[in-house]
């Protein structure tokens, strides 16, 4: 197995962490005879090899022999997990530019094939279906691929290994020169459309919608027999596909592009299985955070899920409608209902579908949602997550509930009601943390938090706490004019937030002379942060002298310091030839449905501007009758994002027609 192994001089060689000295102790390791280290070794050398993947590096060519002589060899733990990583790799291989692939692993690939097509013939099931899964992945032209294919597809009885030979057949006929073999192929597969195994059926879809993207449509009705179907678990045998119910769903939806939620609709009918049901939910989360005008058709099925006897089912409808928010206002009734449902999820939080509840009525600033939040403000027991995460935009929907104080966020309608508790909290929570985010949802409600003035003294008093005291009465603005002596004190004292008091004394006492020098200072020695831009711009013609630097930043490379200092150069100087075509420039690839965070503040800033920004207005009129959200972030966040964009734009048309 080893023949050839010290002949290589892997110092020269190189991998994701540097020299690849290090991995021939990790080949030997993987063959080695106990089943965790091996495994073990196997992770160790994928980070080395693939890590994200990105490239083909020069010790993944030397390597590529002795790992498939590895798979080759009965009873090595790692057999799989080697052929695994050769997938990748050779996937990697064939989408990678020339310059990030090693000149060594066309030859290398070329050799290696020959024994890769034998490993179709091995005794083990798993051995056959990881080597279809390679075959599959590679850039290798049909001709030389899809007569061992063909040849085991004729010879083989395992059923996990039919799916997968069936799917290697269809990406395998992609790849020119298909040879002599290549209608056969495109008969079998067109063939199996009409086998008496739905898998087989789904796996025949897949391998022909690459060429026929209109078939996906024509044969829905096969494709929710199978993802609905018991026999969906085969799948969860396979190389390629290895999920269960919930990852063949997404996988099946992915054959389905654009807005038609027929696909959603499908699987979202009533099913005698609780997995089915759930990932029924996550394909219409999937679908309704990237579009629109499915809201429409299926929020009836998302109610009608409101009474499921599984609380994660429950959990997950609620919380599609809570995401949803002001687009489910109609169905607050049933929501509300579930306000008692202390039936919680197996997550580590274990949020309650209660809790879920009440995040849905606070999107849709339904008052019932008070009491609820009151307790848990109070300190009962939460599910509400201590830190929401800002994850990336992507096809699948992230489940999960906010921090409360992100909850909170959206009810300065109700702080009358909301502000005792909260006073009461301030005096008692001991995370910093916390502390920090419930200021910071005062701070957005503004004046009418302005009930909290008093306990924010003496959190202001205290040298552990004054930060976040600060930003809340930053927010509040007048009616926190009693702080002005400590913030001004504050202000004047050595630190690194000097700029946090000086800002807020300006917003309670509307003094702007200490806020000024101290940004004044930061802008001229170019130790400010985009903030600091905004902060200029609160502080309106007082902000004057700074005109020309703020003039100069609109042309910087960084988009937050141009739109900060766009803004601040407006609001100082009124110049709108300058302001326009540079918040303009930002918001231009919204029209494509790109949507950046910098793009929000451009879109008002914009908006604030007036008649003088039409000719932004007249770029993103379309921009309401657009159907794919506008977002950058997943779950909650990104209807959140889309639904405040939608909101700027409308307010900018508003005002740029006045």
Not at 414 to 443: F, K, N, S, Y
Request: glycine letters at 8%; hydrophobic letters at 45%; charged letters at 20%.
């Amino acid at each position: 197995m080893w023949v050839g192994l010290n002949a290589v001089e892997w110092n020269g060689l190189e991998h994701n962490y540097g020299s690849a000295k290090d991995v021939p102790e990790l080949l030997r390791r993987c063959s080695g005879p106990d089943p965790a280290d091996a495994g073990e070794a196997s992770s160790e050398l994928l980070n080395l090899l693939f890590h994200q993947g990105g490239w083909i590096c020069s010790a993944a060519s030397a390597a590529l022999p002795f790992m498939l002589r590895l798979a080759a060899t009965p009873r090595v733990p790692s057999r799989c997990a080697m052929l695994e990583l050769v997938a990748m790799l050779a996937a990697e291989a064939g989408r990678v530019e020339a310059r990030f692939l090693d000149p060594g692993w066309a030859p290398a690939w070329e050799r290696a094939l020959p024994g890769l097509l034998r490993l179709l013939d091995d005794p083990e099931p798993e051995i056959r279906r990881a080597a279809a899964d390679v075959l599959g992945a590679c850039g290798s032209p049909g001709e030389l691929i899809l007569p061992g294919l063909l040849r085991s597809w004729e010879a083989e009885a395992d059923p996990a290994t039919r799916l997968e030979l069936v799917l290697a057949l269809g990406h395998s006929s992609l790849r020119a020169p298909v040879g002599a073999r290549g209608a056969e192929v495109f008969d079998l597969l067109h063939g199996l459309l009409d086998a008496p195994q739905p898998q087989i059926r789904l796996a025949a879809v897949h391998a022909l919608a690459p060429t026929d993207p209109g078939l996906p449509a024509r044969r829905l009705d096969d494709v929710l027999e199978a993802v609905r179907d018991p026999s969906v678990e085969l799948w969860r045998h396979t190389s390629s596909v290895r999920t269960g119910v919930l990852g063949v769903h997404h996988w099946a939806s992915e054959l389905f592009t654009g807005p038609a939620p027929d696909f959603a609709l499908g699987v979202l009918a009533d099913h005698h299985d609780d997995e089915q049901r759930v990932a029924a939910l996550a394909q219409a989360g999937g679908l309704l955070s990237r579009w629109r005008s499915p809201g429409a058709p299926l929020l009836p099925r998302l109610v009608g899920r409101l009474d499921d006897p599984v609380a994660e089912v429950r959990f997950r409808a609620v919380e599609l409608l809570a995401c949803l928010g002001p687009e489910a206002a109609a169905h607050a009734d049933e929501v509300a209902s579930l306000l008692t449902d202390g039936a919680v999820r197996t997550t580590r939080r274990r949020e309650s579908v209660g809790e879920a509840a009440l995040w849905a009525l606070a999107r849709m600033n339904d008052p019932r949602c008070l009491p609820g939040l009151i307790e848990l403000i109070a300190g009962a027991r939460s599910g509400f997550a201590s830190n929401s995460p800002h994850l990336p935009a992507t096809d699948r929907h992230h489940v999960g509930l906010p921090s409360l104080p992100e909850a909170l966020r959206h009810l300065p309608d109700h702080a009358e009601l909301l502000l005792p508790v909260i006073c009461d909290r301030i005096d008692t929570v001991t995370d910093g943390r916390l502390l920090h985010r419930i200021c910071e949802a005062l701070a957005e409600w503004g004046p009418v938090a302005e009930a909290a003035v008093p306990r924010l003294l003496g959190l202001l008093e205290d040298d552990r706490t004054w930060t976040a005291a600060a930003t809340a009465l930053a927010g509040i603005g007048r009616g926190g004019a009693e702080a002005g002596s400590l913030l001004l004190s504050r202000a004047r004292a050595d630190g690194p937030h000097r700029k946090l008091a000086a800002w807020a004394y300006w917003g309670v006492c509307g003094q702007p002379e200490p806020a000024l020098e101290i940004l004044g200072h930061s802008l001229a020695e170019q130790r400010f942060r985009h903030p600091d831009l905004r902060k200029l711009a609160g502080l309106g013609v007082h902000a004057a002298p700074h005109a020309d630097r703020l003039r100069a930043l609109t042309a910087d490379t960084d988009p937050w310091t141009r739109v900060e200092a766009a803004h601040a150069l407006w609001a100082v100087t009124g110049d709108t030839e300058t302001t326009v075509p540079v918040l303009t420039a930002v918001v231009r690839k919204l029209t494509e449905g790109t949507h950046l965070p910098v793009m929000l503040p451009a879109v008002r800033y914009l908006a604030r501007i007036g008649p003088a920004a039409r000719p932004a207005a007249d770029l993103l009129r379309g921009i309401p009758a657009h159907d794919r959200r506008l977002r950058s972030n997943g779950g909650w966040r990104g209807f959140a994002q889309d639904e405040d964009v939608r909101s700027a734009v409308q307010e900018l048309l508003s005002a740029s027609s006045t």
